[in-house]
């Protein structure tokens, strides 16, 4: 097995006559002046394919990953349907109060609240658009509904960043984590279904 980085930063994996599982066809590389051309079977997929949004959670957000998993979420974390999940970061998760830590039934409903079913949100596509008004019509798996706002600015340096917050308190920190499931989005507090009673 090899690995070697492409211009963009993005990772090829080389195994057994194939690059990202796709095939090298036999004596067709052709060298040139400059470098080697090798003919392939297909496109090659993107680096995320081999990873599932269950292995990134269990190996960077262990403690997200622990709340759903003695909740007896997994399964709707492992499934292939295309789905945006909101990951809180460790900080966040550390504030929690053991109130709502112990209460399971409303424990599970605001993780399900982190969950938006059957799309891949990909937020920094809406920089191409300099999207100023919330993304409505968003349901979380929990039912109730979750407003993201996205936009768009320039740096000290001229360069366009995008930037973005959940239901005005939340800040999305790291966007469009990919998976071969899904997508994840990085934030900095831990979400809340908007219910007048329930506790943080």
Do not use: C
């Amino acid at each position: 097995l090899g690995q070697v980085k492409t211009s963009n930063g993005q990772e090829l994996y080389f195994e057994d006559g194939k690059v990202n599982d796709v095939a090298i066809q036999e004596q067709s590389k052709y060298i040139g002046t400059n470098g080697v051309i090798h003919v392939i079977n297909g496109l090659i997929p993107p680096p995320w394919y081999r990873i599932s949004m269950i292995d990134e959670l269990s190996t960077n957000h262990p403690n997200f990953f622990h709340l759903f998993e003695q909740l007896a979420l997994l399964d709707i974390l492992s499934d292939s349907e295309p789905k945006t999940l909101f990951v809180p970061t460790e900080e966040a998760l550390h504030s929690l109060s053991n109130r709502l830590l112990n209460d399971r039934e409303r424990l599970r409903n605001a993780l399900l609240y982190h969950l938006i079913p059957a799309v891949n949100l990909e937020l920094n596509q809406s920089r191409h658009t300099a999207l100023q008004e919330p993304l409505l019509g968003l349901s979380a798996l929990e039912g109730k509904s979750i407003r993201i706002q996205i936009q768009t600015d320039l740096d000290a340096t001229q360069k366009l960043y995008t930037w973005g917050t959940v239901n005005g308190v939340a800040n999305i920190i790291v966007m469009d984590r990919l998976v071969n499931n899904g997508v994840l989005q990085l934030v900095d507090t831990f979400l809340l279904p908007p219910v007048e009673d329930f506790y943080g």
